[in-house]
Protein backbone atom coordinates (compact mmCIF):
# COMPACT_ATOMS: atom_id res chain seq x y z
CA UNK A 1 0.00 0.00 0.00
CA UNK A 2 1.58 3.32 -1.21
CA UNK A 3 1.65 5.81 1.52
CA UNK A 4 -0.84 8.87 1.31
CA UNK A 5 0.32 12.02 1.57
CA UNK A 6 -0.65 14.52 4.10
CA UNK A 7 -2.30 17.45 3.06
CA UNK A 8 -5.98 19.22 2.56
CA UNK A 9 -7.25 21.42 -0.57
CA UNK A 10 -5.51 24.44 1.17
CA UNK A 11 -2.31 23.25 1.71
CA UNK A 12 0.48 25.44 0.44
CA UNK A 13 1.30 22.87 -2.32
CA UNK A 14 -1.56 21.27 -3.49
CA UNK A 15 -2.24 17.57 -4.69
CA UNK A 16 -1.76 17.47 -8.74
CA UNK A 17 -4.78 16.50 -10.38
CA UNK A 18 -4.35 13.16 -11.72
CA UNK A 19 -3.03 13.02 -15.06
CA UNK A 20 -2.49 16.99 -15.55
CA UNK A 21 0.96 17.57 -16.70
CA UNK A 22 3.77 17.64 -15.05
CA UNK A 23 7.04 19.89 -14.39
CA UNK A 24 8.99 17.13 -15.53
CA UNK A 25 9.48 17.35 -18.84
CA UNK A 26 6.61 15.67 -19.70
CA UNK A 27 7.99 12.06 -19.54
CA UNK A 28 6.54 10.46 -16.76
CA UNK A 29 9.65 11.31 -14.04
CA UNK A 30 8.70 12.45 -11.01
CA UNK A 31 10.19 15.90 -10.15
CA UNK A 32 12.87 16.71 -9.37
CA UNK A 33 13.14 17.39 -5.30
CA UNK A 34 13.69 21.09 -4.45
CA UNK A 35 17.16 20.53 -2.32
CA UNK A 36 18.77 18.31 -4.89
CA UNK A 37 22.47 19.55 -5.29
CA UNK A 38 21.79 22.20 -2.99
CA UNK A 39 23.37 21.82 0.79
CA UNK A 40 22.55 22.91 3.99
CA UNK A 41 24.92 25.56 5.11
CA UNK A 42 27.59 24.15 7.37
CA UNK A 43 27.55 26.37 10.55
CA UNK A 44 30.80 26.59 12.21
CA UNK A 45 30.10 28.34 15.71
CA UNK A 46 33.99 28.68 16.94
CA UNK A 47 33.69 31.23 13.68
CA UNK A 48 30.81 32.48 14.60
CA UNK A 49 32.07 33.53 18.01
CA UNK A 50 35.46 35.86 16.46
CA UNK A 51 32.45 38.11 16.06
CA UNK A 52 31.99 38.39 19.73
CA UNK A 53 35.44 37.73 21.05
CA UNK A 54 36.90 41.39 20.61
CA UNK A 55 33.90 42.88 22.34
CA UNK A 56 35.48 43.65 25.06
CA UNK A 57 37.67 45.79 23.59
CA UNK A 58 34.97 47.54 21.78
CA UNK A 59 34.43 48.66 25.59
CA UNK A 60 37.77 48.97 26.72
CA UNK A 61 38.05 51.40 23.02
CA UNK A 62 35.08 53.56 24.35
CA UNK A 63 36.22 53.59 28.18
CA UNK A 64 39.90 54.90 27.11
CA UNK A 65 38.10 57.71 25.29
CA UNK A 66 36.40 58.14 28.92
CA UNK A 67 39.81 58.55 30.69
CA UNK A 68 41.55 60.75 27.70
CA UNK A 69 44.00 57.84 26.91
CA UNK A 70 44.13 58.16 22.89
CA UNK A 71 46.99 55.81 21.81
CA UNK A 72 45.11 53.31 24.31
CA UNK A 73 41.75 53.69 22.22
CA UNK A 74 43.35 53.89 18.94
CA UNK A 75 44.71 50.25 19.62
CA UNK A 76 41.86 49.22 21.10
CA UNK A 77 39.70 50.52 18.93
CA UNK A 78 41.98 49.39 16.01
CA UNK A 79 42.59 45.82 17.23
CA UNK A 80 39.11 45.71 17.48
CA UNK A 81 38.23 46.87 13.70
CA UNK A 82 40.92 44.56 12.95
CA UNK A 83 39.45 41.24 14.64
CA UNK A 84 36.39 41.97 13.04
CA UNK A 85 37.58 42.73 9.99
CA UNK A 86 39.04 39.03 10.71
CA UNK A 87 35.93 37.48 11.21
CA UNK A 88 34.10 38.52 8.52
CA UNK A 89 37.41 37.18 6.06
CA UNK A 90 36.93 34.00 8.03
CA UNK A 91 33.39 33.58 7.63
CA UNK A 92 33.76 34.70 3.52
CA UNK A 93 36.62 32.31 3.32
CA UNK A 94 34.62 29.42 5.17
CA UNK A 95 31.38 30.25 2.54
CA UNK A 96 33.97 30.16 -0.39
CA UNK A 97 35.23 26.52 0.87
CA UNK A 98 31.91 25.01 1.10
CA UNK A 99 31.61 26.31 -2.52
CA UNK A 100 34.85 24.73 -3.75
CA UNK A 101 33.80 21.28 -1.71
CA UNK A 102 29.77 21.31 -3.31
CA UNK A 103 31.48 21.38 -6.30
CA UNK A 104 33.74 18.52 -8.61
CA UNK A 105 35.36 20.95 -10.54
CA UNK A 106 36.66 24.07 -8.84
CA UNK A 107 39.70 26.64 -8.71
CA UNK A 108 40.84 27.76 -5.49
CA UNK A 109 40.02 31.00 -4.49
CA UNK A 110 41.87 34.28 -6.32
CA UNK A 111 42.21 35.80 -2.31
CA UNK A 112 43.25 33.27 0.06
CA UNK A 113 40.50 34.68 2.98
CA UNK A 114 41.12 32.49 5.57
CA UNK A 115 45.02 33.09 5.83
CA UNK A 116 44.43 36.82 5.57
CA UNK A 117 41.99 36.68 8.28
CA UNK A 118 44.84 34.69 10.16
CA UNK A 119 47.19 37.51 9.77
CA UNK A 120 44.96 40.28 10.27
CA UNK A 121 43.44 38.87 13.93
CA UNK A 122 47.10 38.63 14.72
CA UNK A 123 47.67 42.08 13.78
CA UNK A 124 44.75 43.04 15.88
CA UNK A 125 45.98 41.34 19.06
CA UNK A 126 49.37 42.58 19.27
CA UNK A 127 47.96 45.94 18.61
CA UNK A 128 45.30 45.85 21.16
CA UNK A 129 48.12 44.01 23.55
CA UNK A 130 51.07 47.03 23.09
CA UNK A 131 49.06 50.09 22.92
CA UNK A 132 45.49 48.99 24.66
CA UNK A 133 46.77 46.53 27.57
CA UNK A 134 50.10 48.47 27.98
CA UNK A 135 52.03 45.28 26.90
CA UNK A 136 55.91 45.70 25.75
CA UNK A 137 55.42 45.63 22.19
CA UNK A 138 57.62 42.30 22.07
CA UNK A 139 55.05 40.92 24.30
CA UNK A 140 52.52 42.27 22.18
CA UNK A 141 54.24 40.55 18.69
CA UNK A 142 54.35 36.95 20.35
CA UNK A 143 50.79 36.93 21.83
CA UNK A 144 50.04 38.20 18.15
CA UNK A 145 51.96 35.41 16.50
CA UNK A 146 50.60 32.85 18.72
CA UNK A 147 46.84 34.26 17.88
CA UNK A 148 47.70 33.94 14.02
CA UNK A 149 48.73 30.35 14.78
CA UNK A 150 46.12 29.19 16.53
CA UNK A 151 43.64 31.09 13.99
CA UNK A 152 45.33 28.95 10.72
CA UNK A 153 45.48 25.77 12.94
CA UNK A 154 41.84 26.45 14.30
CA UNK A 155 39.92 27.43 11.47
CA UNK A 156 42.52 25.70 8.70
CA UNK A 157 43.80 27.31 5.37
CA UNK A 158 41.98 27.50 1.96
CA UNK A 159 41.39 25.04 -0.30
CA UNK A 160 44.97 25.96 -2.36
CA UNK A 161 44.91 23.57 -5.55
CA UNK A 162 42.62 22.98 -8.09
CA UNK A 163 39.97 20.22 -7.84
CA UNK A 164 38.85 17.98 -10.61
CA UNK A 165 41.09 19.17 -13.34
CA UNK A 166 43.29 16.07 -13.13
CA UNK A 167 44.16 14.35 -16.15
CA UNK A 168 42.07 17.11 -17.90
CA UNK A 169 42.87 19.71 -20.29
CA UNK A 170 43.76 22.12 -18.12
CA UNK A 171 42.75 24.94 -20.06
CA UNK A 172 39.19 23.72 -21.07
CA UNK A 173 38.52 22.83 -17.48
CA UNK A 174 39.35 26.11 -16.33
CA UNK A 175 37.21 27.34 -18.39
CA UNK A 176 34.52 24.67 -17.58
CA UNK A 177 35.03 25.95 -13.75
CA UNK A 178 34.96 29.58 -14.82
CA UNK A 179 31.26 28.57 -17.11
CA UNK A 180 29.72 27.26 -14.08
CA UNK A 181 30.72 29.81 -11.90
CA UNK A 182 29.22 32.50 -14.03
CA UNK A 183 26.33 30.31 -14.30
CA UNK A 184 25.97 29.39 -10.58
CA UNK A 185 26.01 33.38 -10.59
CA UNK A 186 23.08 33.53 -12.86
CA UNK A 187 21.44 30.92 -10.92
CA UNK A 188 21.17 32.37 -7.47
CA UNK A 189 20.36 36.02 -9.50
CA UNK A 190 17.17 33.87 -10.88
CA UNK A 191 16.17 32.64 -6.97
CA UNK A 192 16.66 36.15 -5.88
CA UNK A 193 14.27 37.58 -8.06
CA UNK A 194 11.57 34.69 -7.55
CA UNK A 195 11.56 36.07 -3.78
CA UNK A 196 10.00 38.91 -4.53
CA UNK A 197 7.10 37.03 -6.27
CA UNK A 198 5.29 36.38 -3.16
CA UNK A 199 3.49 33.36 -4.57
CA UNK A 200 4.82 30.32 -3.03
CA UNK A 201 3.69 27.98 -5.60
CA UNK A 202 5.78 29.92 -8.55
CA UNK A 203 8.96 30.12 -6.53
CA UNK A 204 8.57 26.17 -5.42
CA UNK A 205 8.33 25.67 -9.78
CA UNK A 206 11.77 28.70 -9.59
CA UNK A 207 13.55 26.70 -7.40
CA UNK A 208 12.92 23.64 -8.86
CA UNK A 209 13.98 25.35 -12.56
CA UNK A 210 17.26 26.13 -10.54
CA UNK A 211 17.92 22.35 -9.36
CA UNK A 212 17.59 21.42 -13.13
CA UNK A 213 20.08 23.80 -14.27
CA UNK A 214 22.25 22.86 -11.46
CA UNK A 215 21.69 19.04 -12.96
CA UNK A 216 22.89 19.98 -16.08
CA UNK A 217 26.08 21.57 -14.22
CA UNK A 218 27.26 18.98 -12.97
CA UNK A 219 27.05 16.82 -16.38
CA UNK A 220 29.15 19.45 -17.48
CA UNK A 221 31.28 19.22 -14.59
CA UNK A 222 31.83 15.78 -15.17
CA UNK A 223 32.48 16.06 -18.73
CA UNK A 224 34.22 19.30 -20.10
CA UNK A 225 33.75 18.03 -24.18
CA UNK A 226 29.80 19.38 -23.09
CA UNK A 227 30.87 22.54 -22.42
CA UNK A 228 30.99 24.21 -25.88
CA UNK A 229 27.03 22.80 -26.30
CA UNK A 230 26.09 23.82 -22.94
CA UNK A 231 27.37 27.16 -23.44
CA UNK A 232 24.45 28.81 -24.77
CA UNK A 233 22.15 26.66 -22.00
CA UNK A 234 24.62 28.53 -19.78
CA UNK A 235 24.54 31.88 -20.83
CA UNK A 236 21.47 32.99 -22.99
CA UNK A 237 18.76 30.73 -20.86
CA UNK A 238 19.86 31.28 -17.91
CA UNK A 239 20.14 34.71 -17.81
CA UNK A 240 16.70 35.41 -20.01
CA UNK A 241 15.05 33.04 -17.26
CA UNK A 242 16.61 35.59 -14.88
CA UNK A 243 15.55 38.52 -16.24
CA UNK A 244 12.20 37.14 -17.16
CA UNK A 245 11.93 36.34 -13.56
CA UNK A 246 12.91 39.81 -12.55
CA UNK A 247 10.26 41.45 -14.54
CA UNK A 248 7.43 39.82 -13.60
CA UNK A 249 8.17 39.56 -9.93
CA UNK A 250 7.91 43.62 -10.27
CA UNK A 251 5.11 43.75 -12.19
CA UNK A 252 3.24 41.11 -10.30
CA UNK A 253 4.04 42.70 -6.72
CA UNK A 254 2.09 45.66 -7.93
CA UNK A 255 -0.77 44.51 -9.88
CA UNK A 256 -1.48 40.69 -9.29
CA UNK A 257 -1.81 40.39 -13.33
CA UNK A 258 -3.36 37.13 -14.02
CA UNK A 259 -2.35 37.61 -17.63
CA UNK A 260 1.49 38.22 -17.19
CA UNK A 261 1.12 34.94 -14.97
CA UNK A 262 -0.13 32.73 -17.30
CA UNK A 263 2.32 33.85 -19.75
CA UNK A 264 5.04 33.52 -16.80
CA UNK A 265 3.60 29.94 -15.91
CA UNK A 266 3.86 29.10 -20.19
CA UNK A 267 7.44 30.35 -19.84
CA UNK A 268 8.73 28.30 -16.73
CA UNK A 269 7.18 25.28 -18.56
CA UNK A 270 9.22 25.67 -21.57
CA UNK A 271 12.19 26.10 -19.52
CA UNK A 272 11.43 23.03 -17.77
CA UNK A 273 11.16 20.65 -20.63
CA UNK A 274 14.40 22.54 -22.17
CA UNK A 275 16.23 21.89 -19.36
CA UNK A 276 15.42 18.46 -18.66
CA UNK A 277 15.62 18.37 -22.34
CA UNK A 278 19.06 19.83 -22.55
CA UNK A 279 20.51 17.30 -19.86
CA UNK A 280 19.37 14.04 -21.49
CA UNK A 281 20.80 15.29 -24.80
CA UNK A 282 24.38 15.89 -23.05
CA UNK A 283 24.02 12.88 -21.54
CA UNK A 284 23.29 10.89 -24.57
CA UNK A 285 26.10 11.99 -25.85
CA UNK A 286 28.18 10.76 -23.41
CA UNK A 287 26.12 7.59 -24.43
CA UNK A 288 27.30 6.97 -27.85
CA UNK A 289 30.70 7.83 -27.20
CA UNK A 290 30.85 5.06 -24.71
CA UNK A 291 28.68 2.97 -27.59
CA UNK A 292 31.44 4.29 -30.06
CA UNK A 293 34.05 2.85 -27.60
CA UNK A 294 32.34 -0.34 -27.21
CA UNK A 295 32.35 -0.32 -30.95
CA UNK A 296 36.24 -0.10 -31.80
CA UNK A 297 37.63 -2.29 -29.32
CA UNK A 298 35.41 -5.17 -30.16
CA UNK A 299 36.27 -4.85 -33.53
CA UNK A 300 39.56 -4.65 -32.68
CA UNK A 301 39.34 -7.78 -30.79
CA UNK A 302 37.33 -9.42 -33.24
CA UNK A 303 40.28 -8.33 -35.74
CA UNK A 304 43.21 -10.04 -33.60
CA UNK A 305 40.71 -13.08 -33.22
CA UNK A 306 41.18 -13.03 -29.10
CA UNK A 307 37.58 -13.29 -29.94
CA UNK A 308 35.40 -16.19 -30.90
CA UNK B 1 45.03 13.26 19.66
CA UNK B 2 42.42 13.33 16.36
CA UNK B 3 42.39 16.34 13.88
CA UNK B 4 39.06 17.75 14.34
CA UNK B 5 39.73 17.82 18.32
CA UNK B 6 43.06 19.46 17.98
CA UNK B 7 41.48 21.86 15.37
CA UNK B 8 38.83 22.93 18.03
CA UNK B 9 41.12 23.58 20.57
CA UNK B 10 43.30 25.73 18.61
CA UNK B 11 39.91 27.66 17.84
CA UNK B 12 39.35 27.99 21.42
CA UNK B 13 42.61 29.24 21.73
CA UNK B 14 42.32 31.52 19.72
CA UNK B 15 39.05 33.24 20.69
CA UNK B 16 40.42 32.89 24.53
CA UNK B 17 43.67 35.08 23.26
CA UNK B 18 41.42 37.74 21.55
CA UNK B 19 38.80 37.36 24.79
CA UNK B 20 41.15 37.51 27.49
CA UNK B 21 43.16 40.42 25.81
CA UNK B 22 39.89 42.91 25.34
CA UNK B 23 39.35 42.08 29.11
CA UNK B 24 42.89 42.76 30.36
CA UNK B 25 42.83 46.22 27.95
CA UNK B 26 39.72 46.77 29.97
CA UNK B 27 40.95 46.07 33.37
CA UNK B 28 44.28 48.22 32.34
CA UNK B 29 42.27 51.20 31.42
CA UNK B 30 39.96 51.37 34.44
Same mark, same amino acid.
Request: glycine residues 12%; hydrophobic residues 45%.
Given at each position: ?????????????????????????????????????????????????????????????????????????????????????????????????????????????????? =?? *? %?? +?? &?????? @??? /? !?? $? #?? =?? *? %?? +?? &?????? @??? /? !?? $? #???????????????????????????????????????????????????????????????????????????????????????????????????????????????????????????????????????????????????????? | ??????????????????????????????
Amino acid at each position: MAAERFGGPYSPDPRPEPGAGQADGGDGAPPLPRFRNRRATRVNILARLTFFAPLPLLLAGLGEIGQGDAMGMLGELGGFALLILAAWLLSEGLKAEDAYDARKVARPPAFPRK =IV *A %GV +VA &GIGVAL @ACS /L !GA $G #LP =IP *A %GI +VF &GAVATA @AHL /L !GF $G #LDPMRKKGLEGVDEFQSDRVARAIEGAEALVAGLLDASQRIGDRGLEARVERLAAQAREVFRVVEDDPRDLPRARKFLTVYLMGARDATAKFADLYSRNRDTGARTEYEALLGDLETSFSQHRKELLLDDRSDLDVEIEVLRERLNREGLKA | MSGPALKGIAAFVFLAIVFLTGLSAFGAGL
